[in-house]
């Protein structure tokens, strides 16, 4: 990767880590799930208000490294407004870019060009196997509102 890129990479995710995005807890959310990830101490609590299978407003709280709070911070402004099968999407295909090589990414239908763009600047992590779980914990939280669970396991990458 370029310097250059990297560099803004690096500002990016300083900037959400220092200034999160939709971090509050929103009176009429409707779903939450709690993400931890213990080898970091991430700690997270995501919020998501889901009506007819639209995320109309997402939000976190909690604490954790700049990586896994500068995710949870992106996290909520590219779902924001999608459908649960987008967002469903967005997580798996995030998901490859920060685990495995280009070549093996697969097709987990479509997503939000422009939400990907956003979230590269993560991708990163890829080179640094304990920092994969910082990235994905959020949405792994997500994933679990979604499906109505109340936590999600850092266990799982
Ligand atoms: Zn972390």
Known sequence: MMDELRELYQEVILDHGKNPR???HPDDANREAKG???MCGDR???YLKLHG????DVAFQGRG????TASASMMTEVVKGKSETEAKALFETF???CTKDEHEHCDHGPVDEEAM???????GVRQFPVRVKCATLAWHAL????EGEDKASSESE
Not at 117 to 123: G, Q, R, T
């Open 143 to 146: 994933n679990a509102a979604i």
């Open 36 to 38: 931890e990830n213990p």
């Open 65 to 68: 490294c700049a990586i896994s």
């Open 22 to 24: 939709n971090f509050r």
């Open 44 to 46: 997270f609590m995501v």
């Open 53 to 56: 299978g639209v995320i109309e």
């Open 117 to 123: 763009e956003k979230l590269m600047v993560l991708s």
């Open 95 to 97: 998901h490859d870019l």
